[in-house]
């Protein structure tokens, strides 16, 4: 079984809390836990016209406003999905986020380490097989 998690971090400076403390500080939310990619994509979005509200969208030297990124689908490289948005070169905020959807895998323990000591067997053997063909 399968779930899509969206979440947001946050970093930006804070006055330090210590000597010798930069005052970087992390702040993550979780805006919702999904059945389906789709509905993950839906909620995921609507967070960030939340932020779209707030910041203006990035402009170009030449005066042309950037894209307004966004989750989707097919709109990543090569058709895949976009999973994280940052304001690299989208938003003028004065922080750094990373808007993310994670995919969440529940699983039995005992089968997963089985599969994980057998993927390991491989990779030795192929390994091995490739010093020899050396």
Do not use: W
Request: hydrophobic fraction near 30%; include cysteine.
């Amino acid at each position: 079984m399968t779930k899509e998690l969206v979440t947001i971090e946050f970093r930006y400076h804070d006055k330090p809390k210590y000597d010798r403390d930069s005052g970087s500080t992390t702040k993550r939310i979780t805006i919702g836990m999904f059945d389906t990619l789709d509905e993950a994509i839906i909620e995921g979005n609507k967070a960030l016209e939340i932020f779209e509200k707030h910041f203006k969208i990035h402009k170009f030297p030449n005066g042309s406003e950037a894209k307004k990124d966004r989750f989707g689908k097919n709109n990543g490289c090569f058709g895949s999905p976009t999973r994280l948005i940052t304001p690299l070169a989208y938003l003028q905020c004065p922080f750094d986020f990373y808007a993310k959807i994670e995919k969440l895998t529940y699983g039995d323990v005992e089968e997963s380490i089985t599969e994980v000591l057998e993927a390991t067997k491989r990779y030795r053997e192929y390994k091995n097989s490739e010093q020899d063909n050396d």
